[in-house]
């Protein structure tokens, strides 16, 4: 397993944009159970992975306000994802961004209290105004970025033919699930120091 990091225009095979991970940290009360009939939320969806150093010049700061305070605000989620490209015999071909050369998907949503509980603790992403896009399979764990930081990750993304057939033109209302970073502050502190 591998992270990508790096500048975004930068293809897949340039120099210094992986980095392999070494260790990985699930969080000690996280849970899920999949029920055909019935949504049983995600709770605690949060783990951290040690890598083998990055060479990057700048870091994103975590943010702990309190992300009931941020209902209403705007944000960006970027991401990878899995996604499609037509192929000129007009098939649609489905794959990781890597293999398709497709680039960083930066969206920005505004964040708000969800209907239903998908996730707990966790808060829902919109599509701004007028605008059709949607977080994608393979997008889980993408930062969502706002002035104070990194306020969360992305857990659940909208399963939408939007990711899958772009080709069909559906209306989506949800960008994706996100789990908040500030009720994590303190565990994370607790690995990251040790």
Not at 6 to 23: A, M, Q
Not at 87 to 115: A, F
């Amino acid at each position: 397993m591998v992270v990508r990091y790096g500048r975004v225009e930068h293809p897949p095979d340039y120099e210094d944009t992986f980095s392999k991970v070494l260790l990985t940290i699930i969080h000690p009360l996280y849970s899920y159970k999949f029920e055909e009939l019935h949504i049983t939320p995600n709770k605690n969806d949060m783990a951290l992975l040690k890598t083998t150093p990055m060479k990057v010049k700048r870091f994103c700061k975590l943010s702990s306000v309190d992300f009931f305070s941020l209902y209403g605000y705007e944000a960006v989620l970027a991401g990878y994802g899995i996604t499609t490209t037509k192929l000129p015999d007009g098939t649609i071909l489905t794959n990781s961004s890597l293999n398709l050369l497709k680039p960083l998907q930066i969206l920005k949503v505004l964040m708000y209290k969800c209907g239903q509980n998908f996730l707990r603790p966790g808060f829902c992403l919109a599509p701004k105004c007028g605008r059709k896009m949607t977080s994608c399979p393979g997008d889980s764990g993408s930062p969502l970025i706002h002035p104070s930081g990194v306020v969360g990750v992305l857990s659940l993304a909208e399963l939408t033919t939007d990711c899958l057939y772009p080709t069909i033109n559906s209306r989506v209302s949800l960008v994706g699930v996100v789990l908040p970073i500030s009720p994590y502050i303190e565990w994370i502190l607790s690995h990251v120091t040790a």
